[in-house]
C-alpha cells in the first residue's frame, strides 16, 4: 500500500508569493495532521482533521497559514504571503481515528522563502 | 501542561556499543499514550513504537528494547549493538489531550 504522499517534495519561493502544499493520506485513515519542522522549535502539529474536519488547529502560527481538507484523500496547507521564517520542512502524517492512534508520516515537503 | 523531554541532545557511540535514549514526560491524563520515532539522515519520520499508559510491560524487538516507568515518567529507549544504520535523530512524543514530540536526540554510531 501506498503511504502518505506529499507534493511538491522541495519548494524554493519568493517573499510574498502564495505556496500551497499536498498531501494525500493513507487510505482508510480517518485523521490527518500537519507539521512543521525547524531547527529552533523542532516538530509542531499546525492542525488536525479527523472525517475531514478540522479539529484542532490552535498550533497554526497566524493567519497567512489556512488548511483544508475539502475530502478523504486530499489536504492542502497554504501559506499567503509567505515570508522568509516559514522556511522549513513541512510534514503530512496520517492515523486510523486521531492522535492516539499511530501516525505515519510522508516524507515531507521542504520550503524555502527567499 | 504536556511536556517531553529528551536531556541528551547529542550522543555517540562506538559501532557495537548498547545505547540507551532518555525520555522523560510530564501530563495530568490518566490515560495517555507514548511513541519513538526514528529520522534517518533522509529525513523521513518512522514509527518505532506505541504504548498505552496502562502498560507497562517492557517491549523488545531484535536489538531494539522499551523500558516504560510510569513511577518516573520514563520512557527510556535502549539500542543493543548499536549499528552505523542506527545513526538517527529520535524522537519521543507523548499523546493525551495534545500531542507533543521531545526536542529528539541525534545518535551517532561510528564504525
Known amino acids: 500500500d501506498a503511504g502518505v504522499i506529499q507534493s511538491p517534495r522541495h519548494e524554493v519561493t519568493e517573499m510574498g508569493q502564495e505556496v500551497t502544499l499536498r498531501c494525500k493520506p493513507i487510505s482508510g485513515h480517518n485523521s490527518l495532521f500537519w507539521y512543521r519542522q525547524t531547527m529552533m522549535r523542532g516538530l509542531e502539529l499546525l492542525i488536525y482533521?479527523?472525517?475531514?474536519?478540522?479539529?484542532?488547529d490552535s498550533g497554526m502560527p497566524e493567519d497567512r497559514f489556512s488548511a483544508k481538507m475539502p475530502n478523504a484523500s486530499f489536504s492542502t496547507l497554504k501559506i499567503q504571503p509567505s515570508e522568509p521564517r516559514d522556511s522549513a520542512v513541512y510534514f503530512c502524517?496520517?492515523?486510523?481515528?486521531?492522535?492516539?492512534?499511530?501516525?505515519?508520516f510522508g516524507p515531507g515537503t521542504r520550503l524555502l522563502v527567499l | 501542561a504536556q511536556k517531553v523531554t529528551q536531556a541528551q541532545t547529542e550522543i555517540s557511540v562506538v559501532e557495537k556499543e548498547d545505547v540507551t535514549l532518555d525520555c522523560v514526560y510530564e501530563?495530568?491524563?490518566?490515560?495517555?499514550?507514548l511513541f519513538w520515532y526514528k529520522q534517518p539522515p533522509s529525513g523521513e519520520l518512522v514509527f518505532l513504537i506505541r504504548?498505552?499508559?496502562?502498560?507497562?510491560q517492557n517491549e523488545i524487538s531484535g536489538r531494539y528494547s522499551w523500558n516504560f516507568q510510569k513511577s518516573t515518567s520514563s520512557f527510556n529507549f535502549t539500542i543493543t549493538a548499536s549499528q552505523v544504520v542506527d545513526s538517527a535523530v529520535y524522537f519521543c512524543a507523548l499523546s493525551g489531550q495534545n500531542f507533543v514530540f521531545g526536542p529528539g536526540t541525534r545518535l551517532s554510531v561510528l564504525p
Open positions: 501530563t495530568r491524563d490518566t490515560t495517555y499514550y
Open positions: 502524517a496520517s492515523s486510523l481515528w486521531g492522535r492516539q492512534e499511530t501516525q505515519y
Open positions: 482533521f479527523n472525517n475531514n474536519v478540522p479539529i484542532d
Open positions: 504504548r498505552n499508559s496502562f502498560d507497562e
